[in-house]
């Protein structure tokens, strides 16, 4: 097993008797980032590829003894090395001292280089890239509001009660907003599941109880027919659900898709921001809602 | 290519460019799960498991040349010469003559037929059992209310237009109900998807105006560590969605699973019903609210 899948599997271990926003988390996320993207820039190659997004440069990384390929990567905000510079000296509790524009691209080299490593180590593998992110992103939120999410709750019904199972949501008790934290890989036509979500939080504890908080790495797709890369979205359908089944506070990308910047300049608002904000705006989430 | 195959593709060729509930959608219908049970019957052999689901056999259909095997099979309610001796003399719309509990056989008989035997004649292969049974069920509900589906809609905006794709929805003009029609080979935890799809239509065109109606093959589940049969049930969670998300006017599946029965007796009373019974009730279906 390489070093890479080791420390997946011991960060994976650890999760299962250690909180998610503990100092033993960040440690082995660092290794295991730290790791990934050493393995990427020494034994990887960059290889442009034709990218049909405007504005975007995209590239896969190759391993050259084999030829196995990575998922699409944004060139413009991948960079193992410094990643790997940032972790040698530095830990996650200090992204966010870095401005903005370094803050996104240090989160987005960190988590691109497990998932490209691993989708060269381990192919077919859909699973560990989505339970590192969840993992990931997790701890970010844990550390920053001190506070351990929990994975079920309690629905409560005259004639019996449920427990319902639901992405992280994070409890800060009566006099702030509490947080549900959907986190994806990538969301496509399974994306109506977060809104139904919501509705399903907002029906039982009341409307504005919990800020939707939607973290998704990129919606990017490799094709290979033409050795590309396109950004698959459905903006008109999220404007939909955005009015129809629930509210979502903010869907923050590490690589947002062009096509959903848009949706925030117009009904129904839907508020799409680069995942880097997320430390700016922290307290915001959590706070009461502003008056109109 | 195996008849079988030749079938399917002949069938979704026709779909293109005929009427879903068409005599000629029917006939190919007919044939295709004709040739099925004649595969299964003459080649396959059945061989019972150990069923973990109270009060139901379950077994799998077994190619003996190279061992390979299909999905589970309700042992009680599979019978596939009785398919075959059917289809020699009858047809589709023939059905609904025959009585409820015959009806409910044949129709598992047809539809697993051709599920189990493309299992073995193209292993891996989840697209073509779906694509199948859509069509079976959609060509049913087409005949019987004698109108083409559609799988867009316009949803009005103030400010844009927009088309939400859907599932089969029926337009039977403005003194009748319409019908959302979601069909499933099985659902798991991608349910959600189908009340918030009605909970969308709910809001953009009025509470009621669409009655649910959600068809489902089987929640069965084949484990091979104990060569045993599972159903993956979340009646807890129904309930919820059909509390806090929208109301499903009727769940129909092929082989009821016996968690889902007793949701019907209890609040919020979601009618899970055999898909026979669907013949017997079209027109409550799609006739107005009984007053309280």
Known sequence: MHD???????????????????????????????EAAKFAAEELTIEEVNSKVPGKRYGVLRRP??????????????????????????????????????????????????????????????????TFFEIFVGHLFSAKYDLNPMKHIQVLNLDADSKLPTDFIFDLGPEKSKIHLPIKLSTRERVVQVWAHQRVLDGVFGTERFKGVLVILAETNYQGKDNSVVEVCLPQQWAVYQMFIARMFR????????????????????????????????????????AP
Chains 1, 2 share one sequence.
Do not use: H, W
């Not at 997946?8 to 996320?29: F, P």
């Open 4 to 34: 890479v899948q080791k420390q997946y599997k011991a960060l994976t271990n650890l999760t299962k008797t250690t909180d998610l926003g503990s100092q033993a988390i960040a440690e082995k996320l660092e290794r295991l980032c730290s």
């Open 65 to 130: 003894s084999d030829g196995k390929r990575s998922r699409p990567i944004n060139l413009d905000r991948y960079n193992a090395l410094l990643a790997e510079d940032f972790l040698k000296s530095k830990g996650l509790a200090d992204i966010e001292d870095l401005e903005a524009n370094e803050r996104s691209c240090l989160l987005y080299s960190m988590v691109m280089s497990f998932c490209a490593a691993n989708d060269i180590l381990k192919s077919g593998d859909k699973k560990s890239p989505g």
């Open 251 to 290: 869907v923050y990308y590490l690589d947002v898709p062009e096509k959903y910047r848009s949706l925030s300049k117009q009904y129904p608002f839907i508020q799409v921001r680069d995942f880097a904000d997320f430390f700016d705006e922290a307290d915001k989430i959590v706070g009461p809602p502003e």
